[in-house]
């Protein structure tokens, strides 16, 4: 089966300047995960939907991040306007609904913001 | 709050060796799980192994084990006859498995120590 897609892989802008990250997660998973990875650090939680309603985003910054997941399938992540402290990988992960345990990972979006 | 401490920054193992990857953990919950993750360069997190809290015998697959000790709230990866391949980020992450409602599902993962096998 095909894996969790993301795009774009790289992405440099400049601060104060918007971007939006993809995701398609595997077919059939009703659970997303956005991620953010700063460089030296694990992944941390941004927001978390079941099908197409959020279920956590209380470590998302809600001043400048977005996300929507308008169908239940893909995803978007926005940041605007973007800050240096934003340079990271952007991970997007999916699970079955219910008592599956393990969250498969997509490859991840780099970005730099200058 | 739940948290993941990884204190191995690096680790090197020569190749065929066996190599463990430390991971402690605290939570006042009692229903959670375990779990250690991969990721190469390539930046793709790749699951590895799983224990969840009420298991009584240790984890393992293939060459990895998982030496869970959960009196000392600790879930040590072991990774046995270690090969080029191996050479990666290793993560740590604890998830909450009780009905939490909105906490449930997320991973809380440590720092990663990265792993260097030589030949």
């Known amino acids: 089966e095909a894996g969790v897609a993301q795009s774009p892989r790289y992405k440099i802008i400049e601060k104060r300047q918007s971007v939006a990250f993809w995701c398609n997660p595997i077919?059939?998973?009703?659970?997303l995960y956005w991620y953010q990875q700063i460089l030296g650090q694990g992944p941390k939680l941004l927001i978390q939907f079941q099908n197409n309603g959020v279920v956590d985003d209380s470590q998302l910054p809600k001043d400048r991040f977005s996300a929507e997941r308008l169908k239940g399938v893909d995803s978007t992540l926005k940041i605007q306007p973007a800050k240096l402290e934003d340079s990271a990988v952007y991970l997007c992960a999916s699970s079955l609904e219910g008592t599956s345990y393990e969250q498969y990972f997509g490859p991840g979006t780099r970005l730099t913001v200058t | 709050a739940q948290k993941i401490t990884q204190t191995q920054p690096g680790m090197f193992v020569q190749e065929k060796e066996a190599v463990t990857l430390d991971c402690t953990y605290d939570?006042?919950?009692?229903?959670?799980?375990l779990f250690w993750y991969k990721q190469p360069s390539s930046g793709e997190m790749i699951f590895l192994i799983y224990?969840?809290?009420?298991?009584?015998q240790n984890a393992t697959e293939g060459r990895y084990s998982l030496n869970f000790q959960k009196a000392r709230k600790s879930a040590n990866l072991v990774i046995s006859a270690s090969q080029l391949g191996d050479s990666a980020m290793y993560f740590c992450?604890?998830?909450?498995?009780?009905?939490?409602?909105?906490?449930?599902?997320?991973?809380?993962f440590g720092r990663g120590t990265q792993l260097t096998v030589w030949p």
């Open positions: 939570t006042s919950d009692q229903s959670y799980g």
């Open positions: 992450a604890m998830r909450l498995t009780a009905d939490r409602g909105s906490t449930l599902g997320r991973l809380y």
């Open positions: 077919s059939g998973h009703a659970t």
């Open positions: 224990q969840g809290s009420y298991d009584e």
